[in-house]
């Protein structure tokens, strides 16, 4: 098993990429193919001890944090990113880790490697944590726009991962909005609402963003812009948390209890970001992680194992084999045009007989 990571992808690459991968390397059993400016990452290399299992994969190019996806596409063909994509594609390697340009990814994933069979839509799913468990959250950041059908694929998308690596035969789905009634939010959440209720999946209705501590639902929907938001804020919260422990912690030693320590370790490797990765990114053919823009190295290696996990357990493949032989997909495109009759018939007053 072969994982291509992007080494000059992320805000503190490559030098985070080249340490996660041998902080990665003794836990992971696939080979690492490093690809990025040769020259920088020997450089690096040769001033640790270099694990065997990484190789070196030479890109000259580089596609920023900034730049438009589909226009790096085209600009930029050798650049790190594209030339993981390919290797992918191609069958050179087995998944794709980046903490690159989330646009350009999505886009390079979507060019070079392709989405499964019936789908228009990819989607970012992240965990979130709860007490008793974690909510898969889809979109968590790859398109910050969605149509109520975009919305309704991931929820189809959510429904197949969650039975592919949970064994949920009937995943509970909710989309994520200011109310539980159905006219709540925006036009697009109230029309994936009424076609949701249409499909064959386990649909909740709605959720708002406190319930999901709850976990009332195995996962929760919404656009891409909604996802990353909360999930950043998930982040903030986190780390806002464990300072104040820690700093609570140190002033009174005298009261410093072992117990309470072990529950702050606990609360640090279920909530901290470093630890989750990366998001895989769900609805392309094959296995593709993103990391985080500012990931440090130990998030670069976390991404790599779940990356390597993935791969190794065939999820995508699963997944895209589970999409071709379900009906959902099917149902969804179905119901969907006839909303958008009945939308029409509506909006000019047609009789419906």
């Known amino acids: 098993m072969i994982i291509a990571v992007d080494a000059m992808g992320g805000d503190h690459a490559p030098e985070a990429t080249v340490e996660g991968s041998l902080l990665a390397a003794p836990h992971c059993p696939a080979r690492q193919l490093l690809i990025g400016n040769e020259t920088q990452l ?41 030339v993981a994509m390919r290797l992918l594609a191609e069958g050179g390697a087995d998944a794709v880790v980046s903490a690159g340009n989330t646009a350009a990814i999505v886009a390079t994933a ?24 974690s909510v898969l959250l889809l979109d968590a950041g790859a398109h910050t726009q969605a149509n109520a059908y975009q919305l309704a694929q991931s929820a189809a998308l959510a429904h197949v991962y969650l039975k ?19 006219i709540k939010g925006r036009k697009a959440t109230q029309r994936a609402y009424a076609l949701l209720e249409r499909c064959d999946l386990a649909f909740s209705g709605n959720v708002e963003p406190q319930d999901l501590f709850s976990r009332g639902v195995d996962a929760a929907i919404c656009d891409g812009f909604v996802g990353n938001t909360l999930l950043k804020m998930y982040e903030g919260l986190s780390e806002t948390l464990l300072r104040f422990f820690e700093t609570h912690m140190e002033r009174d030693r005298s009261r410093e209890d072992d117990r309470l320590r072990q529950i702050l370790h606990r609360f640090a490797k279920i ?65 969907n045009k006839l909303l958008m009759l009945e939308n029409l018939k509506n909006k000019w007053g047609f009789s419906r007989d």
């Open 42 to 82: 020997r450089r690096i290399l040769d001033e640790k001890e270099e694990a065997p299992s990484i190789e070196l994969v030479h890109a000259p190019e580089v596609i920023g944090m900034g730049e438009a996806g589909p226009m790096a596409i085209r600009k930029k063909r050798d650049a790190s990113l594209s």
């Open 110 to 133: 979507r060019h070079f490697v392709g989405l499964a069979p019936g789908l228009r839509y990819s989607a970012m799913a992240a965990p979130l944590p709860t007490s008793e468990g």
């Open 164 to 182: 592919v690596t949970e064994g949920l035969e009937s995943p509970r789905i909710g989309l994520l909005n200011i109310g539980q009634e159905p």
């Open 271 to 335: 909530y901290h970001y470093q630890d989750i990765g990366g998001a895989p990114l769900l609805g392309i053919r094959k296995t593709v992680v993103v990391a985080h823009g500012r990931s440090g190295a130990r998030t670069i290696a976390s991404a790599i194992l779940l990356a390597c996990r993935l791969a190794t357990e065939r999820v995508f493949e699963r997944m895209s084999e589970e999409l071709g032989r379900s009906s959902t997909l099917v149902e969804l495109r179905h119901q």
